[in-house]
Structures are given as C-alpha cells and as structure tokens.
C-alpha cells in the first residue's frame, strides 16, 4: 500500500517521502524548459517528482484549422473539397504519433534536467485530467506550460485560471521557451502563479 503525505504533517525537507507535482504541458518541453521546471524545487530534498499530462492533440481541430485556411471562395470553386476525401483515421493516428513523440521528448529532457518524471497522453479534457491526477498521487503543487493565449488569458478561460478554480494546490503558469527573466521583465508573455 502506498504511503500518502499531508503537506500539514511532513517535511519536504527530511528526504523522505516524495514531493509530487504535475505538469500539465501543451507541447513537448526543451530542455531549457525542463531546467527550469527543476530549478523550481531545487531546494526540496524529498524526492520531486514529475506527473506529465500532455493533451492529445486533436485530429478534428486539425481538420477544421487548415479547413479555415481556405477562403469563403475557395469552398465555392472546389466542391470536390469533402471530409470524406481526408482519411479522418490516419490523422487521428498522426496525432497519436505526434503527441507520444512529444510526451516522450518531455519526458526524457526532465531526466536530462537531473528529474524523474512519468507522463502520459490524455484525451480527456485537460483540466479535468489535471484536477484528477493532482487528487490520484496527492500532488502539492501543479504547473501548467503553455505557448502564449493572449486571447484565453485575456477572458480569463486558460487551462490556468480553469485549474486555480477547481484545485486545492497552488497553480503555476509558465510560458513555454521563454526563461524566468524573459517572464518577469514583460519582455516575453508573463508567468502567473498562486
């Protein structure tokens, strides 16, 4: 039987245990990201490790996006353009592929960066998967790595201010291949957190 923590009654200091956090990330990480993902929990001696949730991309976004590239006009000259001419199954299977790579890249650029991780490819709603891996290995914190959504954190409807509503950790948002300084000085998106 697994021994759980409370973050009331032990020490992340006494190296022992485990101090889980889980990364919710939109696309495979650096290994500049990694390090400094690392270098957040540097002082931690309890074993930190890294629950990565990557979200399966989606093959009708897909369909849709590049169907969106084209014109109104474009449509109207080429009928012959139908969703049954574009092989729904291979690009479901595509997306697989690209974000297995992609998990398998973040997962060995955190083992790069001196950390352990786990991760898997989710098709649930991310933060739904989040909220539900953060309870499953009684998680201390989250973190979300995004690319910029000057949009979604304008309305505020980003993975992170969904995640900071429904979870009882604190909730870290980083932007993906920006450095700390980048972050904090406004020269790049920003970095929020809890």
Same mark, same amino acid.
């Given at each position: 039987?697994?021994?759980?923590?409370?973050?009331?009654?032990?020490?992340?200091?006494?190296?022992?245990?485990?101090?889980? &956090? @889980?990364?919710? /990330?939109?696309?495979? %990480?650096?290994? *500049?990201? =990694?390090?400094?993902?690392? $270098?957040?929990?540097?002082?931690?001696?309890?074993? &930190? @490790?890294?629950? /990565?949730?990557?979200? %399966?991309?989606? *093959?009708? =976004?897909?369909?849709?996006? $590049?169907?969106?590239?084209?014109?109104?006009?474009d449509l109207m000259a080429a009928p012959a353009l139908a969703m049954n001419d574009v092989d729904i199954?291979?690009?479901?299977?595509?997306?697989?592929?690209?974000?297995?790579?992609?998990?398998?890249?973040?997962?060995?650029?955190?083992?790069?960066?001196?950390?352990?991780?786990?991760?898997?490819?989710?098709?649930?709603p991310p933060v739904d998967a989040l909220a539900a891996l953060v309870t499953a290995v009684d998680a201390?914190?989250?973190?979300?790595?995004?690319?910029?959504?000057?949009?979604?954190?304008?309305?505020?409807?980003?993975?992170?201010?969904?995640?900071?509503?429904k979870l009882g950790v604190p909730v870290l948002h980083l932007i993906e291949h920006e450095n700390f300084?980048?972050?904090?000085?406004?020269?790049?998106?920003?970095?929020?957190?809890?």
């Amino acid at each position: 039987m697994s021994e759980t923590h409370t973050p009331t009654d032990e020490s992340i200091h006494d190296g022992h245990g485990t101090y889980d &956090v @889980v990364l919710l /990330v939109e696309q495979a %990480l650096s290994p *500049a990201d =990694a390090a400094q993902v690392r $270098s957040l929990h540097s002082e931690i001696e309890d074993q &930190v @490790v890294y629950h /990565v949730l990557l979200p %399966l991309e989606d *093959a009708a =976004a897909r369909i849709e996006a $590049s169907m969106g590239t084209l014109g109104a006009g474009d449509l109207m000259a080429a009928p012959a353009l139908a969703m049954n001419d574009v092989d729904i199954e291979a690009l479901r299977k595509e997306c697989e592929d690209t974000s297995n790579a992609e998990l398998k890249q973040t997962l060995a650029a955190i083992a790069g960066a001196g950390g352990k991780a786990t991760g898997k490819v989710t098709s649930e709603p991310p933060v739904d998967a989040l909220a539900a891996l953060v309870t499953a290995v009684d998680a201390r914190e989250a973190i979300i790595l995004t690319r910029p959504h000057v949009v979604a954190e304008f309305f505020h409807v980003d993975w992170t201010s969904r995640a900071r509503r429904k979870l009882g950790v604190p909730v870290l948002h980083l932007i993906e291949h920006e450095n700390f300084d980048e972050q904090a000085s406004g020269q790049g998106e920003g970095v929020s957190g809890v």
